[in-house]
């Protein structure tokens, strides 16, 4: 087993881990105080071709695997976890679905720009009453002629507000169960009833819009079904595998901030005529949060692969995604206790570093979910 990155990986990790500190670092706290989506960052990102690592080179992305991909979430969330929150959402549930399950005149029209970096995607799936049964949906979908008439409120929506695109998931058959789930790709601009009614302040990643968007009889194309009529619950089940990893990704990133924040501040504070570094209680939580983050990356990594193999990566995909965004929230909130009193201010990062972990313990399906998937892949 060979843990060594492969030399295009490791190109592109440390092309992004560059721009990240010259580009990224420098405002983080400034656009998470100011609530800013910097969108100037994602056109720099695009610049790079970093906006579709992960579609293929056919379709305007860069034509990299699972692993590269969650390579370039680490290293965004080790700056901000907003920005790779933004990101995440653009690729793994605005993007991979249509090159899973578009057909070549919706991948050429719609994946394309978004690989592309032309502009961003959002995905909406929850709602105001599903929370975790996200199946539970009122959002509905009624044919008219050769039309899709939309009706429904979506809830906590990332990117909603900035996107050129949107995957919104529908009922068509009440009666189906979740074969009556379906997906329809809608364009916030020109499709007349789409309405964001709420972009929320939150705890924390407040530089990543998330949204409340409203349809009243929105009207979309018939060819704007994504797959078959039907097919909405199974394609937001294998997106979710993906996802999961890019969250597990992204928090692992959160993690190791808050990790080098720490790490550095205990080798620069004094206490007693030394570094607090060198005190037991110090290093001791240094070591820990090193532990935590390596564990998660392993498990990030390995789930990334066998997913790029091809395997089914329900299991490894929710280990992962449970474990990263425990430490994150873990090692984030030692990070504030070793810088003590500045650590709880704004003029330090770890504050930001333990906000935004909170988040990753909630999105794409909770702790207690994850607990759920990964009982029911071991037969429990």
């Not at 579609?55 to 992305?61: C, D, T």
């Not at 993906?242 to 993690?255: D, E, K, Q, V």
Request: with cysteine.
């Amino acid at each position: 087993m060979d843990f060594n990155l492969p030399g295009e990986h490791k190109m592109v990790r440390d092309t992004v881990r560059e721009f990240c500190d010259e580009e990224i670092e420098p405002i983080a706290q400034e656009i998470e105080t100011e609530h800013r989506f910097p969108a100037e960052i994602f056109d720099e990102l695009a610049a790079l071709d970093m906006m579709g690592v992960p579609v293929s080179e056919e379709y305007g992305g860069l034509g990299g695997d699972q692993l590269m991909y969650a390579l370039v979430a680490e290293e965004l969330g080790r700056v901000s976890g907003s920005i790779g929150l933004s990101y995440a959402a653009h690729i793994s549930l605005a993007s991979k679905p249509i090159e899973m399950f578009g057909t070549e005149e919706q991948k050429e029209r719609w994946l394309t720009p978004l690989a592309e970096g032309e502009y961003l995607g959002s995905w909406a799936l929850t709602e105001p009453g599903s929370g975790s049964d996200a199946s539970d949906m009122d959002t509905t979908a009624e044919k008219d002629g050769d039309e899709w008439v939309i009706n429904g409120t979506k809830q906590f929506i990332t990117n909603a507000s900035v996107a050129g695109s949107v995957l919104v998931k529908a009922v068509t058959d009440s009666d189906a169960g979740y074969g009556g789930i379906s997906t329809f790709i809608v364009d916030p601009e020109e499709d007349d009833g789409f309405e964001v009614t709420t972009v929320w302040d939150k705890m924390g990643l407040n530089a990543s819009p998330t949204c409340e968007i409203q349809f009243t009889d929105c009207r979309v194309p018939e060819d704007r079904l994504l797959g078959e009529e039907g097919d909405g619950w199974e394609q937001t089940k294998k997106t979710l595998d993906g996802g999961r990893i890019s969250i597990a990704a992204l928090s692992t990133g959160i993690a190791q901030g808050a990790y080098e924040a720490a790490h550095e501040y205990s080798q620069e504070r004094e206490q007693f005529g030394k570094p607090i570094s060198k005190f037991d209680a110090i290093r001791n939580k240094i070591v820990d949060m090193d532990r935590k983050i390596e564990r998660s990356r392993l498990l990030t990594h390995k789930a990334a692969c066998k997913y790029d193999e091809g395997y089914s990566v329900s299991h490894e995909s929710a280990l992962a995604k449970l474990d990263a965004s425990e430490s994150a929230r873990k090692v984030s909130e030692d990070a504030v206790q070793v810088l003590g009193g500045y650590g709880y201010t704004e003029d330090f990062a770890p504050q930001r570093f333990l906000r935004d972990a909170k988040l990753m313990e909630i999105g794409e399906g909770t702790s207690e979910i994850q607990h759920l998937v990964i009982g029911r892949e071991l037969g429990l």
